[in-house]
């Protein structure tokens, strides 16, 4: 079976590349390095080409100022859509975030974005499944809410329900070789941190030294577990502890 990867070279993206290759699927990448660009569509529809099944695990950025991120996140969608549909793809995984319709959100353009996303590929004719998760241990570090200076990190004080990069890829593989039946998936971790102590332990681990300083988040309730799952949400290890000794 022939299954194309959006966003081969990201953070889950890459996983599920490995993955599928060691179950013996021939494996498309597909990347803005191979020559295909999501949000003008360069290149997507000949990469499909006798494709069965598509992970969406992308994240695409405008090429210019020309056109806001979110926009450039839903043009993708559409284009992908389009492209599935063209070369009569039988199912899309597409990879989204947990709460991002909570109205907590109904300012913030990335999550925005998801909305629309996720609205796009449900209101298709595709045969597709929308994957939501939680943040992952991968976002002890990331920009959006951890700063770096040369004497601390200062790390916004939200509160959240990690799930671990490789525990999110195996999800996505199973619906390629396994499918759910299910229109929706929505996983978490088995833990609740707040994102400080997270960083805190993932530096620790990394031997850097520099003390962590929460900071007031840019909205109050990623302070007050908007971001943690659902009760519905099926709840998949590892913890913080077994996700560190992991990385050691």
Request: charged share 25%; glycine share 6%; hydrophobic share 45%.
């Amino acid at each position: 079976m022939r299954t194309a990867v959006l966003g081969a070279t990201g953070t889950a993206g890459s996983r599920v590349v490995e993955r599928l290759r060691a179950e013996g699927t021939q494996v498309v990448e597909v990347s803005r390095g191979n020559g295909v660009d999501l949000v003008s569509g360069d290149g997507l529809a000949a990469a499909l080409e006798g494709v069965h099944t598509v992970v969406d695990a992308s994240n695409s950025f405008p090429s210019d100022d020309s056109m806001a991120w979110g926009e450039a996140l839903t043009t993708a969608t559409r284009n992908v859509v389009a492209a599935c549909a063209e070369q009569r793809v039988a199912h899309l995984v597409f990879l989204s975030i947990s709460g991002v319709e909570d109205p907590a959100f109904d300012q913030f353009e990335y999550y925005l974005a998801k909305r629309e996303q996720e609205k796009i590929v449900a209101e298709s004719d595709l045969d597709a499944t929308i994957v939501k998760t939680t943040q992952w241990h991968e976002f002890a570090t990331n920009p959006a809410a951890v700063t770096f200076y040369d004497d601390r990190v200062e790390v916004q004080d939200w509160l959240v329900q990690p799930i671990a990069a490789d525990t999110v890829a195996d999800v996505l593989v199973r619906e390629v070789l396994d499918r759910s039946g299910n229109q929706r998936v929505l996983v978490t971790g088995p833990e609740s941190i707040r994102l400080p102590e997270l960083a805190r332990r993932r530096l620790e681990a990394l031997e850097d030294r520099r003390p962590v300083h929460a900071t007031e988040p840019y909205l109050p309730e990623l302070a007050q577990g908007v971001l943690r799952a659902p009760a519905e949400a099926k709840v998949l290890g590892p913890n913080v502890e077994e996700w560190l000794a992991t990385l050691a």
